[in-house]
């Protein structure tokens, strides 16, 4: 399949143990958090790394977010992606799922002829699972969620995903092109290619577009572009366990833990 196109649309996010919110404007604060690429989109590049190895095409990265985000494409150059693009653009701050999407998919009318769009089934940080189901919309292109395997068969022109369901799985097929959202842990990302690394860091060139680039309309990017709004944050009560702790020998201690069972 040498002129399969696939594109993975990649999320740079906090790691979720150092994830604040900012209580006026209740947006996530970046500053002093370490960032990682959204562990369910590294999944979806993993398995678009495996079609590619047992039946060729190339893979192009798209994400969106500041200019600090072209490194973490990077590595995904050195695991085995073919290309770049990094939508970069003061406009495009504050975006929901909504403006996201239409970001999204203006880069993908924008690189054209891509067949199969994978993406990580949510983020670490919002976790809303809306990105793919959104980005299937504007592209007009049908949608199967949470994978766990992908078969293409380009003589038939279909895309079959395998996922799991109560009792078992369910085989789905849809014609290209296609949008999929790939289950958490579906599979073992790889490391970097060592001899893919210095082409990745140092010789290829990511591809950075703004809003003008995209000829994305301005009432559709950003906050302007964003319905979703945040009214309200409170601290979630806390879930932990009473705990009792019990004195004396085993004996004593068993008929202590009876009479607690019994009173229960």
């Known amino acids: 399949m040498p ?3 696939m594109a993975v649309c990649m999320k ?5 143990e150092e994830i604040r919110v900012d209580p006026e404007t209740r947006t996530l604060l970046r500053e002093g958090a370490r960032s990682e690429i959204n562990p369910p989109d590294m999944n979806a590049l993993e ?3 495996s079609i590619k190895d047992e039946a060729g095409g190339r893979i192009s990265l798209i994400s969106m977010g500041p200019p600090f985000v072209e490194e973490y494409l990077r ?3 050195a695991m085995g992606a073919d290309d770049a693009y990094l939508l970069t653009d003061r406009a495009f701050a504050g975006a929901d799922t909504l403006a996201t999407t239409y970001t999204l998919a203006q880069c993908l009318h924008k690189i054209g002829d891509v067949e199969v769009v994978l993406l990580g089934e949510e983020s670490s940080d919002g976790a809303t699972g809306q ?3 959104g980005l299937a919309e504007w592209m007009d292109y049908p949608l199967i969620t949470l994978l766990r395997s992908l078969e293409i068969d380009k003589e038939q022109n279909v895309l079959r995903g395998r996922r799991n369901v109560d009792g078992g799985y369910e085989i789905l097929e849809v014609p290209l092109p296609a949008v999929i959202s790939v289950a958490t842990a579906a599979n073992e990302p790889r490391f970097m290619d060592f001899e893919r690394k210095g082409w990745a860091f140092e010789d290829t060139q990511v ?3 703004d809003a003008q680039d995209l000829s994305a309309e301005s009432q ?3 906050i302007p572009g964003s319905p979703t709004i945040v009214t309200g944050l409170e601290q979630a009560a806390s879930q932990e366990r009473k705990n009792i702790f019990l004195d004396g020998g085993a004996s004593e201690i068993a008929d202590q833990l ?3 069972l019994r009173s229960n």
Do not use: C, E, N, Q
Request: hydrophobic content about 60%; glycine content about 8%; proline content about 15%.
């Open 131 to 133: 990105v793919p189901p």
């Open 3 to 5: 002129d399969l196109h």
């Open 258 to 260: 009876v009479k607690i």
């Open 207 to 209: 591809t950075m577009w």
């Open 75 to 77: 590595v995904g150059l």
């Open 12 to 16: 740079v996010v906090p790691k979720p």
């Open 220 to 222: 559709f990017i950003g």
């Open 47 to 49: 398995m678009a790394l």
